[in-house]
């Protein structure tokens, strides 16, 4: 199907954070203070092939496994096994499949592989802490991984980051990127989180998974269902401009 310029409705900035959110401190300094200037997207931005399925390995969406670097028998990561899964859907609620979904999360002690990330916490050997897939027919993406820990951040004193994992959609064109996180109910720390509360109140709840007995593997891992509007008064809240 050939996508045309009114087939992306205007987002609804009530569900998104503001581009600068002022406790957010490092939006003070890179969030746009003038108004946005709309660029009109041509055929090619949004027709334009942006990935292949072909270059997906089958352990892809395997975060448990496609780290894995201990030798015999092979090592695991460490920490609670869990499933997350859910549905894309765009604001009529229609599956959209084909969807490149990519997540990247710190390992169960809160340590990212970055050389950037410092947190006095161990790295995981057998856990790289990045996955991806891409959704079926119905529009469900599924990964297999570990709950991420919280982290320390510098934004104010005694920060932390509440558990959480990011999330990129890539649609049919390099026009469509989204960029969000997912969250974990019950988190303590979500009260206390400036990115968290710069998504509007009412939108929220939107970014905070839900547990889900249908999606556990028994005797094996918990399971967490995450689904995702991409348009409309159900909208969930992107990172886009930040
Ligand atoms: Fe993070």
Not at 33 to 41: A, E, F, R, S, V
Request: aromatic share 10%.
């Amino acid at each position: 199907m050939t996508s045309t310029p009114e087939s992306f409705a205007p987002r609804d900035w009530d569900s998104q954070p503001p581009l600068v959110a002022p406790d957010y401190k490092s939006t003070r300094l890179r969030g746009a203070t003038k108004p946005l200037i709309p660029i009109k997207q041509s055929l090619s931005e949004l027709t334009g092939p942006v990935f292949g399925h072909d270059a997906l390995h089958p352990l892809d969406n395997d975060l448990t496994k496609n780290g894995r670097k201990d030798g015999e028998p092979p090592g695991e990561p460490l920490g609670e096994r869990i499933v997350i899964s859910g549905r894309v859907v765009d604001e009529a609620g229609r599956p959209q499949p084909g969807m490149l979904v990519e997540v990247w999360q710190a390992n169960a002690a809160g340590r990212y592989v970055h050389k950037v990330d410092q947190h006095d916490a161990p790295l995981d050997p057998n856990f790289f802490g990045g996955g991806r897939c891409v959704t079926d027919a119905e529009g469900v993406y599924r990964f297999m991984t570990v709950k991420p820990g919280a982290y320390p951040w510098g934004n104010h004193a005694n920060a932390w980051r509440p558990n959480h994992i990011h999330f990129s959609l890539f649609g049919p064109s390099i026009a469509t990127r989204l960029v969000t996180q997912m969250y974990f109910p019950g988190d303590p720390l979500l009260d206390l989180d400036p990115i968290f509360l710069a998504t509007p109140e009412a939108a929220r709840g939107r970014l905070i998974s839900q547990f889900d007995l249908a999606l556990t593997e028994a005797d094996f891992a918990l399971g967490y269902r995450f689904d995702i509007v991409l348009r409309g008064a159900q909208e969930t809240p992107m990172e886009s401009g930040r």
